[in-house]
């Protein structure tokens, strides 16, 4: 069964050299908190305690486990109730959070790698406070006052959890055929309907689950226009804070899935009695908006899901292969036989786990970084170029993160031979958890399609062509190094930057909005391969820098984890930026060859 050490010096790596912590440290709204490389050392050594020491050896045994429904309701796996005790009395759940609400208001690029931390070491139990965060934030930003003061400081601290209960079963994706009904009543709705697919819907590791609801008024208009956005208590909540009576809100069923077996996803009943008490979260008929603002923080961290999931599919194929022995060295057909890890094809399996892993991981811990200057810099253009940046990586985040998870959750598998295809190895449970992560909060293709048919409109194509433009600066940046290493990652950026380019002038200049979805996809992954190998080849030149001028190594910096850096950033620009290159040409040949088939020909 696979353990989990979580990969701290390859993250503060990306946190102080890659992402920038001085830049983050240095904003006014962390002034007061000393956010440098000791702070940033003392939270990772710490969450990869409660990571490795408490969550991951509940993982194996939640996927057994799974959860149960009775009359009393949802009862989660042995053991999770302890782990989120002991997860809330750290106070990791609102590490995050604004101190307003009695969170440690840290920034998110380091509430990021605690994340990643969190889901490697067991998703399924990452999945409530990954939730919970996303209401806190909708409440945060669009609540009124009185509904930040009575639901905020016990979801920060996650003595209550918040769920987002969007989905119904004749809806899907669709959020314009949501059928919940929210019937005015004095100063609440009454709300009477079903969700489906609710994550953490129901359990009973806290006293109180805040419900944040999509429904329609009476008279609201038909489509995305007439949805409202509502807070609907598992216990209503009294003015002094105290819980009142049981709310009609319940649970009926839970979905037995592929994956994620320790996370209750359940179906929620409302108003099944006299209906569910709500309360209106802004105005009417602005729900969708609302909605985003959930559903933007769970897409960050679904990619998130994809890293880490990969992460530990990666540290069990890695211990596995020096510890199977099988085989001689090619063209040795005596003597010892030597551990897995020799053999050619074994090390390009993990070389393509290990770079897609540090790939992402860069991806996604830039991106924290500029959620952190769009929300704190003094500058409103600072923040708004911030952003538009934040807005145009997400869905990369989510869709090519998330699809590149399971790819390298499969390899782990893989790389394992025929034990991997055992469950009790713990190889299977990684790759069952991760293909969750390409279909909710938005699939590929809802991502891809919110890239390419969006995003690159809203400003005729300016956040992608200045993310552009800073690619093809670090391209002559490495032009200026020496070495062969820095040649090669050149060489390998040059290309996929370029394909990025001509794809995305393409796109721009196809007024066939069916052509352009059809290769939407194509597109969100050739800008994930060539974004993650931005953030390897810079990488690579800060770990050259510091092995040509030892004077820039931090205190306690390995050599020899430098070179490696070097050595997995070549790697992924000889072997997987070429993907770029085959992406391009399909996007370019449009998609006829997709759309030409009549239905029945399928």
């Not at 944040?212 to 807070?231: K, M, W």
């Not at 990488?539 to 050599?559: I, R």
């Amino acid at each position: 069964m696979t353990a989990y050490t979580a990969p701290t010096r390859d993250m503060q790596f990306v946190i102080n050299d890659l992402a920038g912590m001085a830049e983050v440290a240095a904003l006014p709204a962390f002034a007061e908190q000393d956010v440098g490389p000791e702070l940033v050392e003392a939270v990772l050594e710490e969450a990869a305690k409660l990571a490795s020491e408490v969550l991951a050896p509940l993982n194996h045994s939640g996927d057994v486990q799974g959860v149960k429904i009775g009359p009393q309701g949802v009862i989660p796996a042995d053991g999770f109730a302890r782990a989120y005790r002991k997860f809330v009395e750290g106070g990791w759940n609102g590490i995050g959070c604004s101190t307003e609400h009695g969170g440690q208001g840290l920034p998110e690029l380091i509430n990021t790698a605690t994340q990643e931390m969190w889901n490697s070491a067991n998703m399924s139990f990452a999945l409530c406070p990954l939730l919970n965060a996303g209401a806190i934030e909708a409440i945060s930003r669009v609540g009124s006052e009185q509904q930040k003061a009575l639901y905020l400081p016990k979801m920060v601290s996650g003595e209550w959890t918040g769920t987002m209960n969007l989905t119904e079963s004749q809806a899907g994706s669709d959020l314009s055929a949501v059928r919940t009904r929210a019937v005015p009543e004095n100063d609440h709705y009454r709300i009477f309907g079903q969700k489906i697919f609710i994550t953490w819907g129901e359990h009973d590791m806290t006293e109180n689950t805040i419900h944040l609801v999509l429904a329609r008024t009476p008279d609201a208009p038909e489509g995305v226009r007439g949805i409202s956005l509502f807070i609907v208590p598992k216990f209503l909540v009294n003015p002094d804070g105290s819980l009142g009576a049981r709310n009609d809100v319940h649970a009926v069923s839970v979905e037995h899935k592929m994956g994620i077996h320790a996370s209750p996803t359940c179906v929620m009943a409302f108003g099944d009695q006299d209906g569910a008490i709500g309360y209106l979260v802004g105005q009417e008929n602005k729900g969708l908006a609302y909605m985003f603002i959930m559903m933007n923080e769970a897409r960050f961290k679904v990619g998130l899901q994809g890293l880490a999931i990969g992460e530990r599919a990666y540290q069990a194929a890695r211990e596995y292969a020096k510890d199977r022995v099988q085989g001689r060295p090619i063209g040795v057909k005596s003597g010892d036989r030597v551990t897995i890890i020799h053999h050619p094809d074994v090390r390009r399996m993990l070389m393509t786990m290990k770079a897609l892993n540090e790939a992402m991981r860069g991806l996604a811990y830039v991106v924290a970084m500029n959620m952190d200057l769009a929300r704190h810099h003094p500058d409103p253009a600072t923040r708004q170029r911030h952003q538009a940046r934040v807005d145009l990586l997400i869905p990369v985040v989510k869709g090519w993160s998330s699809e590149i998870g399971i790819e390298v959750a499969s390899l782990g598998v893989q790389a394992h031979g025929g034990m991997g295809y055992i469950e009790e190895t713990g190889t299977c449970q990684h790759l069952r958890d991760s293909r969750i992560t390409t279909i909710y909060e938005g699939t590929t293709g809802i991502q891809a399609a919110d890239l390419a048919g969006r995003k690159l409109n809203m400003d005729q194509g300016a956040a992608m062509r200045a993310l552009i433009a800073e690619i093809e600066a670090t391209v002559e940046e490495l032009g200026r190094g020496v070495g062969d290493d820095l040649a090669a990652i050149r060489a390998g950026l040059a290309e996929g930057v370029q394909a990025l380019a001509e794809a995305t002038d393409w796109i721009l200049g196809t007024s066939d909005a069916d052509h352009v979805m059809a290769v939407s996809v194509d597109y969100l992954m050739l800008a994930g391969f060539v974004c993650g190998g931005w953030q390897m080849a810079r990488a690579a030149l800060v770990a050259q820098g510091k092995l040509v001028d030892h004077n820039k190594l931090m205190v306690g910096e390995d050599p020899l984890f430098l070179e490696a850096k070097l050595i997995t950033a070549r790697f992924y620009a000889e072997h997987i930026l070429p993907k770029a290159g085959a992406l391009r040409a399909s996007i370019k040949n449009g998609g006829i060859s997709i759309l030409a088939l009549t239905e029945e020909q399928f």
